[in-house]
């Protein structure tokens, strides 16, 4: 998974002194609460009807071990000693305290989190499939591309006030599970028939009380324009979406209203002011964030990559916490006992050794191989396994 560099770090951990301050004067009186709601918002802090609401971000839903710790040891220390993952892959602690806000955000950027633009009229978290990356019908892993998205749009003082809250979402499998066609802007990731990037771009797609399926504006954008295509598509958005009234201000109300042809016109038009300019992606700069997502050794080796995916629903500061000292011990346990002693040409062919101790070890069930019914394991061992 991505790691921060010096400056995701000093960003953040600006972040947190300056909301500090900003809690501190509030409640000294020296901020109203009209002047404090935009502020907190920004750092994903809602005021519910009993407590305070902290989300906190987790991009495209990937957790390490030592974050889902940390996660699992604020809920036991500041709430209830539980969390709720939402359905965009966010985390939401619904009993904090204002003047702990700080402190648990200081300790969020300690293992590379933060709680910024999860809330407020901005570009909140990138999402994807949950299955991104390991998924046995994706083309491509859509993780660098969604995680250059979430470094441009954070923090990105041009879009932290738009009409509405503007959702992001990307994918690159057979089957949509990343429910691109239900988000402001979906972005689906192919090859041409040269092996070239594409994307194809999807706007005006929505739940809520409007629910509306997004449509297509533009096919084969090459992966370079990614983030001057949706600059236009923000800026057109910013300038035209309505800011009277809160329930049609989301851009699926606005591209209904104009229609689709008249919206892509604005954007195409927009966009030519953009295209190739500074915000044009260079090899260099994927490559760079690329490489944070290459699998282990242990798991090319025929193995699941150790790690965590948040799924939906209230979990208990006990079972984050299990299943994070969990993945970190399969990690240890894997790294110590090396590459499945397997040969490439056996992997290919579905074959399997039989090890010392007569079990058949475990094939990742993704290569989705035929079961051989001579097998005493046959829930695990594919078909030609040598063992009779």
Same mark, same amino acid.
């Given at each position: 998974?991505?790691?921060?560099?010096?400056?995701?770090?000093?960003?953040?951990?600006?972040?947190?002194?300056?909301?500090?301050?900003q809690?501190?004067r509030?409640? =000294? @009186?020296?901020?109203?609460? +009209?002047?404090?709601? /935009?502020?907190? $918002?920004?750092?994903? %802090?809602?005021?519910?009807?009993?407590?305070?609401?902290?989300?906190?971000?987790i991009?495209?839903?990937?957790?390490?071990?030592?974050?889902?710790?940390?996660?699992?040891?604020?809920?036991?220390?500041?709430?209830?000693?539980?969390?709720?993952?939402?359905?965009?892959q966010?985390l939401?602690?619904?009993?904090i305290?204002?003047?702990?806000v700080?402190?648990i955000?200081?300790?969020?950027?300690?293992?590379?989190?933060?709680?910024?633009?999860?809330?407020?009229?901005?570009?909140r978290?990138?999402?994807?499939e949950?299955? =991104? @990356?390991?998924?046995?019908d +994706?083309?491509?892993? /859509?993780?660098p $591309?969604?995680?250059? %998205?979430?470094q441009w749009?954070?923090i990105?003082?041009?879009?932290?006030?738009?009409p509405?809250k503007?959702?992001?979402?990307?994918?690159s499998?057979?089957?949509?599970?990343?429910?691109?066609?239900?988000?402001?802007?979906?972005?689906?990731?192919?090859?041409?028939?040269s092996?070239?990037?594409?994307?194809?771009v999807i706007?005006?797609?929505?739940?809520?009380?409007?629910?509306?399926?997004?449509?297509?504006?533009?096919?084969?954008?090459?992966?370079?324009?990614l983030?001057s295509?949706?600059?236009?598509?923000?800026?057109v958005?910013?300038?035209?979406?309505?800011?009277?009234?809160?329930?049609?201000?989301?851009i699926?109300?606005?591209?209904?209203?104009?229609?689709?042809?008249?919206?892509?016109?604005?954007?195409?038009e927009e966009w030519?002011?953009?295209?190739?300019?500074?915000?044009?992606?260079t090899?260099?700069?994927?490559q760079r964030?690329?490489?944070?997502f290459?699998?282990?050794?242990y798991?090319?080796?025929?193995?699941?990559?150790?790690?965590?995916?948040?799924?939906?629903?209230?979990?208990?500061?006990?079972r984050p916490?299990?299943?994070a000292?969990?993945?970190?011990?399969?990690?240890?346990?894997?790294?110590?006992r090396?590459?499945?002693?397997?040969?490439?040409?056996?992997?290919?062919?579905?074959?399997?050794?039989r090890p010392a101790?007569?079990?058949c070890?475990p094939?990742?069930?993704?290569?989705?191989?035929?079961?051989?019914?001579?097998?005493?394991?046959?829930?695990?061992?594919?078909?030609?396994?040598?063992?009779?």
């Amino acid at each position: 998974m991505y790691q921060y560099d010096d400056y995701d770090r000093a960003l953040v951990l600006e972040r947190v002194a300056q909301f500090r301050d900003q809690v501190q004067r509030f409640m =000294a @009186g020296a901020l109203s609460e +009209e002047e404090f709601l /935009p502020l907190r $918002l920004q750092n994903g %802090l809602y005021l519910q009807k009993h407590a305070y609401m902290l989300r906190v971000a987790i991009p495209y839903g990937t957790l390490s071990a030592r974050q889902m710790r940390t996660l699992a040891s604020i809920a036991r220390d500041y709430d209830r000693g539980y969390g709720h993952f939402t359905t965009r892959q966010n985390l939401q602690f619904n009993w904090i305290e204002l003047a702990q806000v700080p402190d648990i955000l200081q300790r969020l950027a300690e293992v590379e989190m933060h709680a910024i633009q999860t809330s407020g009229n901005c570009v909140r978290n990138i999402t994807t499939e949950a299955f =991104a @990356g390991v998924a046995a019908d +994706e083309l491509i892993d /859509p993780r660098p $591309l969604a995680e250059i %998205l979430r470094q441009w749009s954070t923090i990105n003082p041009e879009f932290l006030f738009l009409p509405r809250k503007f959702k992001i979402a990307i994918c690159s499998a057979e089957e949509d599970r990343a429910a691109i066609m239900m988000h402001d802007i979906g972005l689906y990731l192919y090859l041409d028939e040269s092996g070239q990037m594409l994307l194809r771009v999807i706007v005006g797609g929505g739940l809520g009380r409007t629910p509306i399926l997004g449509l297509q504006i533009r096919e084969g954008l090459p992966w370079q324009h990614l983030l001057s295509y949706v600059e236009a598509v923000l800026r057109v958005y910013n300038r035209h979406g309505r800011r009277d009234n809160k329930y049609k201000a989301r851009i699926k109300i606005l591209v209904k209203a104009l229609g689709i042809e008249a919206f892509a016109r604005e954007v195409e038009e927009e966009w030519q002011h953009l295209k190739d300019g500074p915000a044009q992606l260079t090899e260099a700069e994927y490559q760079r964030v690329a490489s944070a997502f290459v699998a282990p050794h242990y798991a090319q080796a025929g193995r699941h990559r150790p790690g965590i995916r948040d799924a939906p629903g209230r979990q208990s500061g006990l079972r984050p916490l299990g299943l994070a000292q969990r993945a970190a011990a399969q990690s240890r346990r894997l790294r110590q006992r090396g590459a499945v002693d397997q040969t490439r040409d056996q992997r290919a062919a579905g074959r399997c050794q039989r090890p010392a101790d007569g079990r058949c070890r475990p094939m990742v069930r993704a290569l989705r191989l035929r079961r051989d019914p001579h097998c005493p394991r046959t829930e695990h061992r594919p078909a030609g396994c040598p063992q009779a």
